[in-house]
């Protein structure tokens, strides 16, 4: 099966995004895999080869401002958890598995609370938690990154060209600034989302905190978290672990 690409409008905003839906009978419950930032679509190649193999409609989109879709004004973060809720009503989805990594993940997280009836299953891979009010301001760099990201930095200009190009880097001031403000609103409505939701954090160089870690767990009492050693980027550095994890989750009847 192939992936078909197309655009679409959303809101006034151009998304790009690649779909499984013409190439034949399919699940009939897609799964959309969500980028995080300075990417694009094309990191779950390989593992939408895997859904597709088993007989899943797979929607990947590329984020504003990421791959294919347009530059925007604005990235606020829950501007691209409207894009994927928009993306999933223009295609006239009803229910879905969403699988985000980092802010595709925050994006998701976001689409599972605003409409807790269209999200099946939640996949929540590396996604930096937000702050809660009086938590300690975040810290983005105590962190040294390694060895396989240091070696990803250096060689995604040959291997991924297009994605790094087309990422609009205004957008790095804007979440930097998200990053440090309290976000109560996401805490609060945690308890609304009702998707069985598998949270994915990685271990030396991954960025998402202990303590709020603890906190997601106590308040999203159908969620399992599952650790690893690689870093920031877990589909990519330690894909066939990941594959183990997150397919049987996705294939679960």
Known sequence: MELTRTKVTLDGVNIAYRDSASSGPVDPVPVMLVHGMGGDGHTWDQFAQALLERGRRV???DLRGHGRSAHTQSYLFDEFGDDVRRLCDDLDVTRI???GHSLGGYACSRVAQDRPELVRRLVVEESPLPLRPGDPPMSLTGRFPTLPELWHAGTSVIRHPRAVLAFDRSMTSTAL??????????WERLSDIEASTLVLVGGPGGM???VKLAALSELLTGSRIVRYKTG???HRD??????ADVLPFLMAD
Do not use: C, G, M
């Not at 990053?179 to 109560?184: A, D, S, T, V």
């Not at 330690?238 to 594959?243: A, H, I, V």
């Open 97 to 99: 598995d969403l699988v």
């Open 232 to 234: 920031h980027s877990i």
């Open 59 to 61: 929607i990947i989109p």
């Open 208 to 210: 998402v905190d202990p």
């Open 238 to 243: 330690n894909y066939r672990q990941f594959e």
């Open 177 to 186: 600034a998200q990053f440090r403000k309290p976000n109560p609103v996401w």
